[in-house]
């Protein structure tokens, strides 16, 4: 089984930073774009980023500046670095990755995967 699976999330003041990872496990034969999501209460979900994996980035506009995606493909891990974060930056940060993974003798699947989220709170 696939499973993507956030952490670095919690709670920092106004102007800190945090770096969020997104470590991708299981039967695993390639993993294609990966991206950050977050949904804060009462909105919906929306991009942040998302990365190939031959590294070509692409940021929603209102993302750009402050946060940066990257990836080590070598550990199937994504990482988000978030800067000068703002109250209105409170939200569930979730990671999306297009897998290919074997799960039989011939048995291949290709899907989108999300993890499970990681909560985000900047106070003010």
């Known amino acids: 089984q696939v499973q993507l699976v956030e952490s670095g999330g919690g709670l920092v003041q106004a102007g800190g930073s945090l770096r969020l990872s997104c470590a991708a496990s299981g039967s695993i034969l390639s993993i294609n774009t990966m991206g950050w999501y977050r949904q804060a209460p009462g909105k919906q979900r929306e991009l942040i980023a998302t990365?190939?994996?031959?590294?070509?980035?692409n940021y929603a506009d209102s993302m750009k500046g402050r946060f940066t995606i990257s990836r080590d493909n070598a550990k199937n891990t994504m990482y988000l670095q978030m800067n000068s974060l703002k109250p209105e930056d409170t939200a569930v940060y979730y990671c999306n990755a297009q897998i290919l993974s074997r799960d039989g003798v011939r048995v291949f699947t290709d899907k989108a995967y999300w993890g499970q989220g990681t909560q985000v709170t900047v106070s003010s």
């Open positions: 990365i190939t994996s031959g590294g070509s980035t």
